[in-house]
């Protein structure tokens, strides 16, 4: 059965909701050595430009630990590879989860993975908890960063609490500890040019005091509008070919490494977690658990695999329906249905 209470569905040994097929929670793979792990969709932001909506949600979500466990276990028997990076990226904020030191710990013991990374908007880190992190070896923090201008900073994160000059504290203490740090800009053009131009000689600072290779990182990242997300008014989406070419610019202007790619991860092609489902065909499955939002469901499908169901009309749990796949990436494990 599942927990709900406050509008909280815990996902744990007894929910029924497997962890491969969603995008929201679970694990994702998209065919490489690394493994996106998803364990919360709660978050302490509404950033104005977020591409899943977080905070918005009718139901959120939150996984057992030992359930993640147990299901990466699971997953990284189709991968031969010894070098796993699992990338703990949530719908929403990784630092809202009680459980977080212990799924380090846990991720740790298992030989097979080699990196551990988190994706943070990185406004709960203090220095306890990056000395905790470090503790139990995390290897990188990934932060997103958008304006050192307080004001931007704030509109962006739609939080009046918002603190540039936290964060930059939180950099110094990353810097000084055994973890990573990546800072991770989205550049909306036409609202925060001048701060990415900032970020990256705030970025040629920490250089200069000897921060470099993997242990410090810029990736600026271009902003894409997403159907399923919020939207910043009147900021147009900018193709790749344009984005890039600033950045080859940027590069060139402050000799920095501005473009990153998979193969500066280590990030390679691994045997694929591929659903067992073609697109279009209609498939029984049985409905284990409301969604996120009032017209999504989740769907169970040949005992290992959960199924995002789209329905305008209301679905009852532990009902089994037929529904058709619309959306089957031959590389993501991901599986969408609607009735
Ligand atoms: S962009 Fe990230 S930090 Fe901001 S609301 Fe979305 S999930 Fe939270």
């Known amino acids: 059965m599942i927990e709900v209470s406050n509008l909280i569905i815990n996902v744990n040994e007894k929910s029924n909701i497997p962890l491969f097929g969603l995008d929201f929670i679970g694990i994702l793979d998209r065919g490489t050595n690394l493994l996106e792990v998803k364990p919360i969709t709660l978050c302490n932001l509404r950033c104005k430009y977020c591409f899943v909506h977080a905070g918005d949600y009718i139901n959120n979500f939150i996984l057992k630990e030992k359930y993640i466990i147990s299901w990466l276990k699971y ?7 010894k070098d796993i990076e699992i990338h703990i990226a949530p719908y929403g904020e990784f630092f809202l989860y009680d459980e977080y030191l212990r799924l380090i710990r846990d991720l740790k013991k298992i030989p097979q993975v080699k990196v551990i990374s988190i994706q943070t908007n990185g406004t709960l880190l203090d220095k306890k908890k990056i000395m905790d992190l470090e503790k139990v070896g995390l290897t990188r923090l990934n932060i997103s960063f958008n304006s050192l201008d307080q004001s931007i900073a704030q509109y962006l994160s739609d939080d009046p609490n918002y603190s540039v000059e936290k964060m930059l504290n939180i950099f110094e203490m990353v810097l000084k500890s055994s973890i990573d740090l990546l800072i991770a800009p989205i550049w909306f053009f036409g609202v925060n040019d001048n701060e990415i131009i900032k970020i990256i000689q705030l970025a040629k600072e920490y250089q200069r005091k000897g921060h470099s290779g993997d242990k410090f990182r810029l990736g600026i990242q271009n902003y894409l509008i997403y159907k399923t997300g919020r939207k910043l008014r009147k900021i147009r989406q900018r193709d790749f070919g344009y984005f890039y070419k600033r950045l080859a610019d940027l590069e060139k202007k402050y000799n920095l490494k501005l473009k990153l790619g998979p193969k500066d991860f280590n990030i390679h092609p691994a045997h694929p977690i591929t659903p067992p489902v ?45 529904a058709n796949v619309i959306k089957r990436k031959t590389d993501e494990n991901l599986i969408t249905a609607w009735i």
């Not at 997953?75 to 590879?81: G, I, M, R, V």
């Not at 073609?278 to 409905?287: A, L, M, P």
Request: overall charge positive.
């Open 75 to 81: 997953a990284l028997k189709y991968k031969s590879t």
């Open 278 to 322: 073609e697109r279009d065909e209609k498939i029984k499955v049985q409905i284990v658990s409301k969604g996120r939002t009032a017209k999504e469901w989740i769907g169970r499908f040949n005992e290992k695999w959960a199924v995002k169901v789209l329905s305008k009309i209301s679905l009852k749990v532990g009902a089994t329906v037929h």
